[in-house]
């Protein structure tokens, strides 16, 4: 973060130095005419308003001495300077972008969408100023949110801090027909490496979630003004053992221990995601209630074990 110099500060530093610095920050950021640059050195104390452009010059060419590539400023760069290379880039190996990885891949099931977001922004900070094209393609794609766009995200994010209701078009998985769904928001959450939309129908005032990937363009973001939120589907479950993930927020212990199994409660968004949780668990979790949710789970797993017996 650059600040305003300080006139005593600066009698103690090479202010050739300190340009160049300021300069090389500068054209990192984006290209800069002759006239940029004097206003910004300027602006931070470090050019007086009567000094000539040489100073300038003489800047550009103390970081062409330091290793940096600077083309010149004509008609193809619209009269200005672009940093084109410079010798101070990031220097990451693959161990240490596997590592990255793994503690990446720790955190992010239990990470709010603004953390998810924070981190995708840090990911591809950095790798701008990574050496190594490979390395830095690897950095990128640690992210849970490289292939989502940056604007759906943002938008859905601020509709479910205000709870708004988001007309949007969205591409049915089945069918790939596109329809437009009015849904008030309620939360993002990444599921399995994948970030759906929670939500109410504004019209059928039932809960849904969507794949963001399949929201293909968001029309609208309105102030809901209906008092309408979603009744989770409660399911009680026995458990002998979480596995590695753990219980998600909507689930709470009620009763139980490590060695005997765990009674827990779960509230889920909607029926739909009751019946894939309580299906991931596997043959360690039993249904206890209620008896039509146990009834609809036993049907499943019947047609499912047809299906695989032939």
């Given at each position: 973060m650059l600040k305003i110099a300080d006139k005593e500060e600066l009698s103690q530093l090479s202010l050739t130095g300190l340009r160049s610095l300021i300069l090389l920050e500068l054209l990192i950021k984006e290209p800069r005419s002759l006239e940029d640059i004097r206003k910004e050195f300027i602006k931070y104390s470090i050019m007086e308003d009567s000094n000539s452009d040489d100073i300038l010059r003489i800047d550009i060419n103390t970081l062409k001495l330091m290793g940096c590539e600077i083309s010149r400023a004509d008609h193809r760069t619209n009269n200005k300077f672009v940093l084109l290379k410079?010798?101070?880039?990031?220097?990451?190996?693959?161990?240490?972008?596997?590592?990255?990885?793994?503690?990446?891949?720790?955190?992010?099931?239990?990470?709010?969408?603004?953390?998810l977001i924070r981190f995708d922004n840090l990911f591809k900070k950095i790798s701008e100023h990574v050496s190594d094209d490979k390395i830095k393609e690897?950095?990128?794609?640690?992210?849970?949110?490289?292939?989502?766009?940056s604007d759906i995200i943002n938008n859905l994010k601020l509709a479910c801090h205000k709870k708004y209701t988001v007309s949007f078009v969205y591409r049915e998985p089945i069918n790939k027909k596109e329809n437009t769904k009015d849904i008030i928001a309620d939360k993002i959450v990444l599921q399995n490496d994948k970030l759906y939309f929670y939500g109410v129908d504004k019209n059928s005032k039932q809960p849904f979630y969507f794949n963001i990937k399949r929201i293909l363009k968001i029309l609208s973001l309105n102030e809901n003004n209906d008092n309408i939120t979603a009744n989770p589907t409660t399911v009680k479950f026995y458990i002998k053992e979480f596995g590695y993930s753990g219980l998600e927020d909507c689930e709470t212990i009620l009763s139980g221990d490590i060695p005997e199994g765990f009674v827990v409660e779960g509230n889920y968004h909607n029926e739909f995601y009751a019946t894939q949780r309580i299906l991931s668990f596997g043959p360690k979790c039993k249904v206890l209630e209620p008896e039509s949710f146990k009834n609809k789970i036993i049907e499943i797993l019947k047609k499912m074990k047809d299906v695989y017996n032939g």
């Open positions: 410079h010798p101070f880039k990031i220097n990451l190996e693959e161990d240490e972008i596997s590592t990255l990885k793994r503690a990446y891949n720790k955190l992010k099931e239990k990470a709010d969408v603004t953390t690897q950095l990128a794609g640690i992210s849970a949110l490289k292939n989502y766009q």
